[in-house]
């Protein structure tokens, strides 16, 4: 074990590349010795999730340094009561020796009603653990599910309006949905996803009421959509694998909380495989599941 003295910081600018690179290479590492296979993906840039988050949260990325080597990586976000932690790594050689629970108690923040969660892979026992410790328990089974949007069996389409171009009233009214289904709205998230490249959001109205929201990013994950109504979810889903067909989109990814019974059920009945099973940690009850597809694991 090595056993030069850690040091742990805030990330700078410079440290952003360096952590994207120390957190492929610690996911590929678990996946690796769990069977599974590893992300082949050259990294060049640093992560523009990474990016986003040192925008508006610098103060909630730290990294743990041995002499001039990152170590270890974790950020998280505070939206309202909300704390969540969208990263934690630790290079193989440097874990089990509390790395991670030194970053997780520098990134911690507490309050008055503050509520912590994070979302983690199933198979790294490590990881639920650790989390465990913090007060967050394993709260919801998340499967990451697959399919290719041409051979998804898709229901008839229901007759609502799609409209591919929303506007300032209808991300009001998605912010004020999510805080009611989330618990906490994330303007800062949907900011970001407005810029980026590849993402299309789309709102669905019945007539004149809106039904829902879904969002494909550039890299086919259908994430996050929500509805309204928990019992118009499905429909909303269906709808948005309708427009990545329109979209030759080769695949769709999302995350189902088995929450969503009906959900799961019809995306296993129409063709979707599931890749793997995540785990939503939290110390206090949260969110609606039933009527949500949560957004990438880093921001839920
Ligand atoms: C998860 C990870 C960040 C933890 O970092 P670390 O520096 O190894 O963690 P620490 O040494 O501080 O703590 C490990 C904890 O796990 C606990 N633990 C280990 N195996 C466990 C098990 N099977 N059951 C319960 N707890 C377990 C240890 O008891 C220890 O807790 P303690 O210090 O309170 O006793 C690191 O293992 C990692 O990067 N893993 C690969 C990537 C990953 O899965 N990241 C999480 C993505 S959300």
């Given amino acids: 074990m090595p056993r030069t003295e850690i040091r742990y910081r805030r990330c700078r600018k ?9 957190a492929l290479s610690a996911m590929n590492d678990v996946r690796r010795r ?5 992300f082949l993906r050259r990294v060049n840039e640093p992560s523009p999730l990474i990016r986003h988050i040192h925008e508006t949260d610098p103060e909630l990325l730290a990294a743990a340094w041995a002499g001039e080597r990152m170590v270890g990586f974790g950020g998280a976000l505070v939206r309202g009561r909300q704390w969540y932690l969208a990263w934690l790594f ?3 050689r440097y874990q089990d020796r509390g790395v991670g629970g030194r970053l997780l108690r520098k990134l911690w923040r507490d309050g008055p009603g503050m509520v912590h969660s994070l979302a983690t892979m199933t198979y790294n026992m490590q990881a639920v653990g650790l989390y465990s410790r913090f007060g967050m328990v394993p709260e919801e089974m998340i499967p990451v599910m697959k399919a290719r949007p041409e051979d998804v069996r898709l229901p008839a389409a229901p007759g609502w309006k799609r409209d591919l171009e929303p506007t300032e009233g209808d991300f009001a009214w998605i912010q004020r949905l ?4 989330r618990g906490f709205a994330h303007p800062e998230e949907w900011d970001f996803w407005r810029r980026e490249k590849g993402c299309r959001i789309a709102l669905f109205r019945d007539g004149r009421r809106r039904v829902g929201y879904g969002m494909l990013d550039g890299r086919d994950f259908l994430a996050p959509a929500g509805a309204a109504d928990p019992a118009e979810l499905t429909g909303v889903v269906a709808e948005m694998i309708r427009l990545a067909r329109e979209e030759k989109r080769k695949e769709v990814l999302l995350f189902c909380p088995t929450r969503s019974r009906d959900l799961y059920r019809f995306l296993i009945g ?3 495989r599931n890749l793997e099973m995540l785990l939503f940690q939290s110390d206090t009850p949260y969110g609606d599941f039933s009527r949500y597809v949560p957004a990438t694991l880093a921001f839920f």
């Fill in 14 to 22: 410079k440290d952003l590349l360096p952590a994207t690179r120390l």
């Fill in 34 to 38: 769990t069977g599974k296979e590893i």
């Fill in 90 to 92: 630790v290079h193989p």
């Fill in 178 to 181: 999510e805080k009611r289904i």
């Fill in 270 to 272: 129409a063709g979707f």
